[in-house]
């Protein structure tokens, strides 16, 4: 009992442990005992840090430095400070006159008007609202114009005519500048005081309602008199600025006058001296500039000339004639002789710091790890193929395409197909077959033939022949494309090929959305040539955190300049001179350079033309427009997409193009050339991302029918047509249409017949499917040069007859 008396106790296993009381926090405790050391990753006080008054004053500061800020930049647009405020003017009705309109704008007595001569559009000074305006009038007729001017200008002023607000072309082109992005915009009606009283009011109602549509919170102005013209000014003065993404970050500028000088190596080819007021950023002579639907080109100097519209009240006040406005003609050869004396260089460019016009890489043969083919074997190459030539007899008129495909009697006839064009060789053959049969009446017929005069009343048959083969050609479109979406990705397997032969380059997946696929596998020659980022998401935030951190030198914002732009073609100054405008943007680093952009689309609602896959489109993305042949694959968030091979109306897709790199965010519309030079709107969307790793699968479809079915068996027939087919494509799993999954077991015979496994018995009226992907990449058809639309037709009424019965 001692010695238990004298022992400890000790607490069991499953005795309560309390948490100790730590006490309660102090936070000045806790710095008295740092002693005022900081830690070296919290220099910088967190939010939650901060004590409930000092969060809510640095929110206050924030809230208050934006809106200082957006009180500066409403202050500095058109100011003598910032630059012209520039005015797009856009009539939508083929019967508004804006040349009217625009001479209400000039009657302020107090007012200076700058006419140019080359374009419809005038600048105007208003020194009583201490404001200055550039009007441009948009040419109705080019799409282009229209939108090439829209990415420049800080407000559109839409003119509607009195009755009918606006036609089918003013329509479309609200639909493309909705999609392209829009600045700052007003809405005025000319003409309605003209109507009689009674019908007046009847058409204010018509367009609001209208308006309400297009436009929910807008105002209407009429112009139809001095005080009118004057509101509308005050309300463009004051309104609130609408920004556009693509153009926040770079500098850009809207030509006013430019000069040619042509080089001493040819003269096709010179130094283009383009002079206007830099808009949205500093601009620097190092950096590139592109020039919209013309290409990237360097500069080599920037002038800072006088402002030829100083608004100075002093000059006003002196050279104003009382009960009329003063107009000055811009004289661009004389004005130019007389700025020369007092035109100071602003900067010239610095060849080390100067931004290369390198696009692409240029590949080095010998790097892969394949052996290149010596002389000798390329000349052994080309004398094989010499010896395998045959002479073929070919019908006359055989094209080379044609002649090509005509079998020998000696010859196999089986050649591999190409895999990105969906045509069998059997009709080919078929084609030629029936060439070589008709040779022998076609000759009879030559020798029957006459010349004869065709009659006026001819032209009707050359007519619609010329119709009959556009109209056969969208209804073969047509058809593919109803056939794709009966029998998505279904193919016949060739019965004069063998299928391990016709699909080669194709392979089976357990699973397209879980198995896995290299992305850097099988690349073509063409991935060589572009340029690709470790991080692409990455990079954009450091070159944008560069522009908002980093103060550029060059020309800031509102400075008249003149650039000078090196190996600049004379057709730049041939379409300014035509009137078309010539707008120029800088190009943020790495955006010269080629890589595979992606964008999300959707089709356009007014258009139902059949689309086919890699058919040549126009893209404007943001300030490029270029032309390409796209590939189509589906909107997913996996790593695999799948090809689609028409254009669908009723699902978002993305488009994959090689094009030049550009930040997002940036808008993409998508247009079609027709036969007759016009441009359809096809898709509008947005740039997605710049990822040449994005993996595009085609998929094509073996099918086969059941001829024998027994309970978890069938004998399967029609999919192959030889033995050797079966045992090659024996790995890879079948499903039906019905959603059995099984695999082959065996071949049966020697006509393709095999014996497959599944895990349940098949309907009669069930199909069996094996399922073969390959990854496909676009085709390298960039070209930046555009072609200028055919100009647009007011209405319906004027379309040619072709145009009406195709639609």
Not at 116 to 137: D, H, I, M, S, Y
Not at 154 to 165: E, I, N, Q, W
Not at 705 to 731: C, G, Q
Request: net charge neutral; with cysteine; proline share 6%.
């Amino acid at each position: 009992m001692a010695a238990g008396a004298g022992a400890a106790h000790r607490a069991g296993a499953l005795k309560q442990q309390n948490k100790p009381h730590k006490g309660r926090k102090q936070r000045g405790a806790a710095q008295r005992r740092a002693g005022g050391r900081v830690p070296a990753k919290t220099l910088s006080r967190r939010w939650r840090d901060l004590t409930k008054p000092d969060r809510r004053h640095q929110a206050l500061q924030l809230r208050r430095q934006r809106k200082e800020a957006v009180l500066a930049e409403k202050r500095n647009l058109g100011s003598k400070d910032g630059p012209p405020h520039l005015v797009v003017v856009v009539p939508l009705h083929a019967g508004v006159v804006t040349h009217d309109a625009l001479r209400l704008l000039q009657s302020d007595e107090s007012a200076l008007v700058h006419k140019n001569e080359r374009a419809e559009g005038f600048v105007l000074l208003c020194p009583r609202l201490k404001q200055r305006w550039r009007f441009v009038t948009a040419p109705m007729g080019n799409l282009h114009a229209v939108l090439d001017l829209t990415k420049a200008a800080d407000t559109l002023l839409f003119v509607l005519d009195p009755l009918d607000g606006w036609d089918s072309t003013g329509d479309y082109c609200l639909s493309c500048l909705f999609a392209q992005g829009l600045p700052s915009y007003a809405l005025a009606v000319h003409g309605i005081a003209d109507l009689p009283l009674k019908k007046q009011t009847d058409a204010k109602k018509k367009l609001g309602k209208a308006i309400e549509k297009r436009f929910p919170e807008a105002k209407l102005f009429p112009l139809n008199t001095e005080q009118e013209s004057l509101l509308l000014l005050r309300h463009l003065a004051s309104q609130k600025q609408r920004h556009l993404a693509f153009r926040d970050r770079r500098a850009y500028l809207l030509a006013q006058e430019a000069e040619f000088m042509p080089s001493h190596d040819s003269d096709l080819v010179g130094i283009l001296k383009v002079s206007g007021f830099v808009r949205g950023r500093t601009l620097n002579v190092n950096s590139l500039v592109h020039i919209v639907g013309h290409g990237d080109f360097q500069m080599s100097q920037v002038d800072a000339p006088p402002d030829p519209f100083s608004l100075n009240p002093r000059v006003a006040k002196g050279q104003q004639r009382k009960g009329q406005d003063m107009e000055i003609q811009d004289d661009s050869v004389n004005g130019a002789v007389e700025m020369e004396e007092v035109i100071k260089v602003l900067m010239k460019a610095d060849p080390r710091r100067q931004e290369s016009l390198q696009s692409e890489v240029i590949p080095d043969p010998m790097e892969g790890e394949q052996t290149w083919p010596t002389e000798e074997e390329l000349k052994e190459a080309e004398e094989s193929l010499k010896e395998r030539r045959k002479v073929v007899k070919v019908p006359k008129g055989t094209s080379n395409y044609q002649a090509a495909w005509i079998v020998d009697d000696g010859e196999d006839g089986s050649e591999e197909e190409d895999d990105d064009d969906n045509m069998e060789d059997e009709d080919l053959v078929a084609e030629a077959s029936q060439v070589g049969e008709s040779s022998e009446e076609e000759e009879l017929v030559e020798e029957e033939c006459e010349t004869m005069t065709v009659a006026e009343s001819a032209r009707d048959d050359l007519y619609d022949e010329k119709l009959d083969e556009d109209e056969e050609q969208m209804l073969e479109k047509y058809k593919q494309e109803r056939l794709d979406q009966m029998f998505p990705d279904e193919v016949d397997t060739p019965r004069n090929l063998p299928a391990r032969v016709r699909f080669q380059k194709y392979r089976g997946l357990k699973s397209f959305r879980t198995s896995p696929w290299d992305p850097k596998e099988n690349l073509p020659r063409d991935y060589a040539r572009i340029f690709q980022f470790q991080d692409f998401s990455r990079t954009r935030k450091h070159v944008f955190r560069q522009i908002e951190k980093e103060e550029t030198e060059g020309a800031a914002v509102g400075w008249y300049v003149t650039l000078h732009i090196c190996s600049v073609p004379i057709s730049v100054m041939e379409s300014f001179r035509q009137g078309l405008p010539l707008v120029l943007f800088s190009l943020l680093p790495h955006e010269q350079k080629m890589s595979v952009l992606n964008f999300a689309v959707r089709r356009h609602l007014g258009n139902n033309e059949t689309v086919k896959a890699k058919e040549e489109l126009i893209f404007h993305c943001g300030f490029r427009r270029f032309r390409a042949s796209p590939l189509y694959s589906q909107h997913s968030s996996a790593d695999k997409h799948k090809l689609e091979r028409f254009l669908r109306p009723d699902a978002a897709l993305v488009v994959t193009v090689y094009a030049p790199i550009t930040f997002p965010p940036a808008s993409v519309l998508l247009f079609k050339q027709r036969s007759n030079g016009m441009h359809d709107l096809i898709a509008t969307g947005f740039l997605l991302s710049v990822d040449p790793d994005r993996i595009i699968i085609k998929r094509l479809v073996l099918s086969g029918h059941p001829f024998k079915i027994f309970s978890k068996t069938a004998v399967v027939r029609y999919m192959f047509f030889n033995r050797e087919d079966v045992l090659w494509f024996k790995p890879v799993e079948l499903r039906t249409k019905w959603g059995r999954r099984g695999h082959i077991t065996e071949p049966l015979g020697t006509h393709g017949h095999m014996k497959c496994h599944f895990d349940g018995q098949l309907k009669s009226q069930d199909t069996v499917l094996l399922n073969l992907y390959k990854r496909v990449f676009p085709k390298w058809t960039y070209d930046p040069h555009v072609p200028e639309p055919v100009p647009w037709v007011r209405n319906e009424q004027q379309l040619p007859m072709q145009e009406v019965e195709m639609e």
